[in-house]
């Protein structure tokens, strides 16, 4: 039974109870008035009229009084659903459908940027390839595949400069956030110093959970939602340009800086001979970099739980449930991977009945050698397992 129900009963109740006293007054005074009558009382009789008025003025009181607890009750469940909702938006990690991070629009800018380091990587045309520093590249990334000025492999090309892209960019991403005292906060070091203190807010408060008794669910999943809360601003914000204190905007020195950096790294490796093509294609270096940091660094992070990134190594058993590539079905037990050009993006994948796959790793494949008489299979696929990065 709810407390209106209660109110509502208790309002029938009194009136009832004030109508039976009513209707035993007016009795009453019609007994006495008969035994004045038979008796000659000289006595004065009581002023009952009054007394009916003033127990309709009590009874009309206490409506008044009901209907102001009735409305008081419905401010108090209002505040309460206020403070439930309150509490179970501060509670909830999930992401709502119009997060430009929750999974599917995460989905869309990583295959987004898949496609635009395709472009980047573009050997096509008028475009030289050096042929000696691929073959480095290439046993850099332990493939053992051989090219040469006749056979150069232009898809594999391809793919290991993605690859190289990525990891020049995290490369230099990594030393910008391991060295935050390098980086002044104003104007370009912001990002390294709120991604590191948030780091350090993040364990304190996680260990203040832990360590500090209560039952409260605000606190235990406080960390959760720090992370994510700064790492959504870092990746909606992060890295973009910057306003100095006349309100004019200029590129992000880390971006302007690298921008140089790569396009130079990748020029060892391919020769563009027209100019305005070079231009173009240069030219998209600044945005892959802000893109690929704010991807790798902060929106995997605003997940719950943390999105990893794995490279599949070269010589791995292909798996279609989280590898893609160029390659037919019936033949796929006859491959292996050669090169990732863009890792494996997934949630809790080392535990197969939680796994959640965002976008499997795209893979360069080479045939299978064949395997020696005495070679145990099962044992060789168990020891090409994707590790984690």
């Not at 995290?170 to 935050?180: G, Q």
């Not at 832990?210 to 994510?228: A, F, M, N, W």
Request: with cysteine; charged share 30%; aromatic share 8%.
């Amino acid at each position: 039974m709810t407390d209106n129900n209660v109110i509502t009963d208790s309002s029938e109740e009194i009136q009832d109870g004030q109508i039976q006293h009513l209707q035993a007054s007016n009795s009453k005074i019609n007994n006495n008035d008969n035994g004045t009558n038979n008796t000659n009382n000289t006595n004065a009789s009581p002023d009952y009229e009054k007394m009916y008025e003033d127990l309709i003025k009590i009874l009309k009181d206490k409506e008044k009084e009901i209907e102001e607890l009735k409305q008081k009750n419905i401010e108090l469940n209002n505040e309460a659903s206020k403070y439930q909702y309150a509490l179970g938006a501060a509670t909830d990690t999930r992401l709502s459908d119009n997060d430009e991070n929750n999974p599917i629009n995460l989905k869309k800018d990583i295959l987004s940027l898949q496609d635009s380091l395709k472009d980047y990587t573009v050997i096509k045309g008028k475009i030289d390839i050096n042929t000696s520093k691929i073959q480095e590249l290439l046993k850099k990334y332990k493939s053992n595949t051989i090219i040469t000025e006749k056979d150069q492999n232009k898809p594999l090309v391809k793919a290991v400069l993605q690859r190289h892209v990525i990891e020049q960019i995290c490369e230099s991403a990594k030393e910008y956030f391991d060295n935050p005292d390098k980086y002044q906060k104003q104007p370009y070091g912001m990002e390294t110093h709120l991604f590191n203190k948030t780091k350090e807010i993040v364990e304190l408060t996680s260990n203040f959970a832990k360590r500090r008794s209560g039952i409260d669910e605000s606190t235990k999943v406080l960390p959760i939602k720090l992370r994510q809360q700064v790492c959504a601003a870092l990746g909606n914000r992060g890295f973009n340009d910057m306003i100095d204190n006349k309100k004019k905007l200029f590129t992000h020195n880390f971006v302007s800086g690298y921008q140089n950096i790569l396009n130079n790294e990748i020029s060892n490796y391919r020769k563009i001979s027209d100019s305005e093509k070079k231009k173009e294609i240069e030219g998209m270096a600044a945005d892959i970099i802000k893109r690929t940091v704010t991807l790798f660094w902060f929106r995997l992070r605003v997940q719950q739980p943390v999105v990893e990134y794995i490279w599949p190594k070269s010589d791995d058993i292909i798996d279609p449930s989280y590898m893609e590539g160029k390659w037919e079905n019936d033949g796929i037990d006859n491959l292996i991977v050669d090169i990732c050009s863009f890792p494996l993006i997934a949630q809790e994948f080392s535990n197969e009945s939680k796994r959640q796959i965002y976008t499997k790793a795209i893979i360069f494949q080479k045939p299978k050698p064949e395997q020696p008489p005495l070679q145990d299979d099962s044992q060789s696929a168990q020891s090409n397992i994707c590790s984690s990065v």
